[in-house]
């Protein structure tokens, strides 16, 4: 199923990030000294010694209950992987946009300026995200949350205006899209299989690895989900 009537929300939302761009450099930090770090699993301590290498998180081999939970999990994966790449692009771009906002202090200026990214989008990318099926749309929305620390329809607001961002909802709304969603890895089974593709990906270089707005221990958030399976 295509959606169509809210998607000028999240296009504009991802547009106007997209559009405020600069280029950053980043200086690498060398360091010959090593350190020990520990893990806790399920009461055993592991010790883990690095030096200046990032951290490597060994993942357990997939195992399904059902050829239907394959199915879903690797239809989950396919759309994850299409929709991140726009997540991990917003929440590069909001500091600079939001500091290219803080310049214009004309309403004028500030006018001229979302016309342009209104131009922008409809020239790079709606069509593109007007293809977005439903359910890819709401995992956008999930993981623009996890990259930004905001909800899209916080974002929207922030943009544009209140009326804007109750509008963009509630034509979300029917088709049971919300882009007030946020991403709760621990309570929502989705995003904890959301996030175990994302890590999985990453390790893969499939996609490249972004940190989330928020902290999310990868460990720590199998642990409850299996403690949940075991009780279950």
Excluded at 32 to 53: A, C, K, M, N, V
Excluded at 109 to 124: A, C, P
Aim: net charge positive; glycine share 2%.
């Amino acid at each position: 199923m295509k959606i169509r009537p809210y998607i000028f929300g999240i296009c504009f939302l991802v547009g106007f990030l997209s559009q405020a761009q600069t280029e950053e450099r980043y200086a690498e930090q060398k360091n010959d000294s090593s350190e020990t770090f520990y893990y806790i699993i399920d009461g055993d301590t592991i010790p883990r010694e690095y030096i200046d290498l990032d951290e490597v998180i060994l993942l357990r081999k997939l195992e399904f209950d059902s050829k239907d939970d394959r199915r879903r999990y690797l239809i989950l994966r396919r759309k994850t992987r299409k929709v991140y790449p726009f997540a991990k692009m917003a929440a590069e771009r909001l500091t600079t946009m939001t500091e290219r906002l803080k310049t214009l202090e004309r309403k004028r200026d500030r006018k001229v300026y979302t016309k342009r990214i209104q131009k922008y989008i409809e020239e790079e990318f709606s069509e593109e995200l007007k293809k977005l099926t439903r359910t890819e749309g709401q995992i956008l929305v999930k993981l623009i949350h996890r990259q930004t620390g905001r909800t899209a329809f916080d974002l929207v607001k922030e943009l544009r205006t209140g009326w804007r961002a109750f509008w963009y909802n509630t034509k979300a709304n029917l088709f049971d899209i919300s882009i007030k969603e946020e991403y709760r890895p621990f309570s929502s089974k989705e995003d904890y299989l959301i996030e175990d593709i994302l890590e999985r990906s990453f390790q893969a270089e499939i996609l490249e690895r972004q940190k989330p707005a928020f902290s999310i221990d990868y460990l720590e958030l199998t642990q409850h989900w299996n403690k949940r399976t075991v009780n279950n």
